[in-house]
């Protein structure tokens, strides 16, 4: 299958010339899917309030996906959770990002023996970068933000398109996890609570 074939692409060859163009936009207004997992979610509001104050970087949390660029995954992720995470992740339209910050989705941190947390969260999802820490202070998740704007700039943060090119291995990760026909499973399971 070639790259362009069943997708929009943002990077089709008559849009390259205008590219650094459109990646320092992007860098510029990134939108955040309010999503919040772990320890990490009460560090959210400080980093958006007075103090820290993340709007100056044009940042904004939002509550589609089909309109947020960023996916912030804020600490330990359950296999319950990564099946939402994983859904709301393809809902997001390229180019997207995501920053992990928190030991837990780097190596499942505190949680390395639990049987029901995620231990490397990349396995599942591409992640673009990951800040150590339990909790991170609100200056290193910046750091992080200022590096994932870096990479943007330069074209480095290309997980969502690690993730369409190497697709098998992702969903065989997934399947492995939570089994064939999950997404199927897992929808069904709710309708009979309508
Ligand atoms: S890294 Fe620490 S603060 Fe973050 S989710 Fe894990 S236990 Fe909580």
């Not at 929009?8 to 459109?22: A, T």
């Not at 959210?44 to 309109?67: I, S």
């Not at 231990?119 to 999802?125: H, S």
Request: aromatic letters at 14%.
């Amino acid at each position: 299958m070639s790259e362009n074939d069943g997708f929009i692409s943002y990077e089709l060859q008559e849009f390259k010339l205008f590219e650094p163009l459109f990646r320092w936009a992007r860098k510029k207004s990134l939108w955040i899917v309010a999503f919040c997992t772990g320890c990490g979610g009460i560090e959210m509001p400080p980093l958006f309030t007075a103090r820290y104050d993340l709007e100056r970087f044009g940042m904004m949390p939002n509550p589609a996906p089909r309109m947020a660029d960023l996916f912030l995954i804020t600490g330990y992720v359950t296999p319950k959770t990564l099946k939402r995470i994983i859904i709301t992740y393809e809902m997001m339209q390229d180019p997207k990002y995501v920053l992990a910050h928190g030991s837990c989705p780097i190596n499942g941190g505190v949680y390395w023996d639990s049987y029901n947390v995620v231990k490397q969260l990349d396995k599942y999802i591409p992640i673009d970068v990951a800040i150590a820490g339990c909790m991170p202070r609100p200056e290193a998740v910046m750091d992080g933000i200022r590096e994932i704007m870096r990479k943007i700039e330069t074209g480095e943060a290309d997980g969502w398109k690690r993730y369409r090119e190497n697709y098998e291995w992702y969903r065989k990760n997934q399947d492995e996890l939570f089994g064939e026909g999950w997404r199927e499973k897992d929808a069904k399971r709710w309708l009979a609570w309508l």
